[in-house]
């Protein structure tokens, strides 16, 4: 039996610097249109077909879904040529859907990648998360405490009053309650309609973005994705999965989750060096949406390698065929 293809990050990165930059480009001409559902299948169109160009033997373990019973992308599907290394694949070909449909700001396309077996297979399920940036002890925030008392910690921790914390949240309904207790203390919340991914990396960039901290319920393999995308900043972000009935417990079971109240740390959704990119679609606060000139679109891409913690923008010029 022949021995594995070794991982090697720095030569995989750009490639998936591409996969990124085409499912962006691609659901580029759909923003603002009103079309959620045209504008993610491009962007999962042109994914797919760039990763299946990649010299990988890639497994998607965060995908489409198989809720959806997706037809492309699904969770479970083998993508690349199958002539390079194993691979786990985290994907999100478009990371708000509403926000392109709408022209709103901080639409991305989001990928990751790692050796095989080293991501947390997520179910598509809710997960309780808590992120904060780089340059705090391990437990300086955790998700026993209460969201006024996670301000408190981490105003404590950086050296500054609560009222100088700023707290990123979806705003749904749900989290009513816990924008309440988070107020109480005097700190700032910025409340973002769609795409966490981005909310949770803005706590990387803390100087840039002025956000401190992320809270809150979202899909479980965004967290996945937010994960992967800390692994190479730096910063903590801690998850629980959330089961809203027995189908949802199921789903777990088949993911190979045993322990349903266990939560995770960054470490433990990714254990190995993993790659990270993002494209902007629309204007954003961590990345440039495309922009559009005659015979010209240009894209923006963050790409990230967790070994080295190298962190690389990429301006993108192509042609409009």
Known sequence: MADPVEFHDRLLSLGLARVSEAAALASARLVGRGDEKAADQAAVNAMRDQLNLLDIAGVVVIGEGERDEAPMLYIG?????????????????????????????????VIAMAPRGTLLHAPDVYMDKLAIGPGYAPGTVTLDMSPAERVRALAKAKGCAPQDITVCIL????????????????????????????????CAEAETTGIDMYMGSGGA??????????????????????????DEKARA??????????????DEMVTADVI?????????????????????????????????????????????K
């Open 77 to 109: 599907e083998e993508v690349g040529t199958g002539k390079g290394p194993a691979v786990d694949i985290a994907l999100d070909p478009l990371e708000g859907t509403t926000l392109t449909a709408k022209d709103m700001p901080n639409a991305l396309t």
């Open 253 to 266: 079971k088949k993911a190979g989750i045993t322990d349903l109240n266990r939560i995770y740390t960054r």
């Open 276 to 320: 990270f990119a993002a494209t902007g679609v629309t204007e954003g606060s961590i990345l440039s949406g495309i922009k559009r000139e005659p015979g010209w679109m240009t894209t923006e891409t963050l790409l990230m390698r967790s070994k080295t913690g190298s962190v690389r923008r990429m301006t993108y010029r192509s042609p409009v």
């Open 221 to 246: 393999p965004e967290g996945v994705l937010a994960a992967s995308a800390l692994k190479c900043m730096g910063g903590q972000i801690y998850g629980r999965l959330l089961f809203r009935n027995d």
């Open 171 to 202: 705003e749904r309904p749900r989290h009513e309650a816990m924008i309440e207790d988070v107020r109480s203390t005097g700190a700032a919340i910025r409340l973002i309609t769609d795409g966490d991914v981005a909310g949770v990396i803005h």
